[in-house]
């Protein structure tokens, strides 16, 4: 019995199977790259996702707060307060957020009663955070400390608390690889493995799946 093949397809496998070896490369290149950050991600994506629905006390934060007395003069301003904040603490960086809010009039116990304004200055790392209110007028200012545990040490570097751009574009780098992944498996799954029927049944039913899931939680 003698093997025949069809000629086309003895042609076109030489410049196939380079294609494809390129293609496996670079798959498997960028799954390295993306691999101790996507290790991050995973955990602390599964304890966010859970955090609600299973009350996993992992990611924890401990409290404390004082009351700081301020100089004399009391600072001008919002963003005074929040450099005298930096030097009495020794911070060193720059405050996540200032807020102010002005003066106003409010209702309590059927009286009108004017309400001092309100500055809040906020200072975020991903292991500590720091947060000062002040009420204009008073002697002292408020500030909550926070201290993240490690579990949430790593969720708050997950949504990026307290990093900057260079974190921010790192991730952003985890993202991409995570789509070229999907895009260069399925290509490679459908050239490798042939079954296309197979392909579009394991990805229709993750799709319904997550759509079904989704339309039902709302």
Do not use: C
Not at 61 to 67: K, P
Not at 92 to 117: D, M, N
Not at 212 to 218: I, K, M, P, Q, R
Request: charge should be positive.
């Amino acid at each position: 019995m003698t093997n025949t093949q069809n000629p086309e397809a003895l042609i076109r496998q030489p410049k196939r199977m380079p294609w494809l070896k390129w293609l496996r490369r670079i798959h498997a290149w960028v799954g390295l790259w993306g691999a101790a950050l996507g290790l991050l991600f995973g955990v602390s994506g599964f304890l966010l996702n859970h955090r609600m629905v299973m009350k996993i006390p992992a990611a924890q934060m401990e409290q404390s707060q004082v009351e700081l007395v301020l100089p004399t003069p009391p600072p001008a301003d919002a963003k005074a307060l929040a450099k005298w904040l930096q030097a009495y603490a020794a911070i060193g960086r720059e405050p996540s957020k200032i807020s102010t809010e002005p003066a106003k009039t409010v209702t309590w116990a059927g009286q009108s009663v004017q309400q001092p304004g309100q500055w809040r200055v906020d200072f975020h790392t991903p292991q500590h955070s720091l947060t000062a209110e002040y009420w204009v007028g008073n002697t002292y200012v408020s500030v909550k400390h926070q201290d993240a545990n490690v579990f949430a040490f790593i969720t708050r570097l997950h949504k990026g608390v307290g990093m900057g751009t260079a974190w921010v574009l790192l991730a952003d780098t985890l993202a991409g690889g995570l789509v070229f992944l999907s895009l260069t498996g399925l290509l490679l799954w459908t050239k490798l493995h042939g079954s296309r029927l197979a392909m579009a049944g394991l990805g229709l039913t993750s799709l319904g799946l997550a759509v079904f899931v989704a339309l039902d939680s709302l």
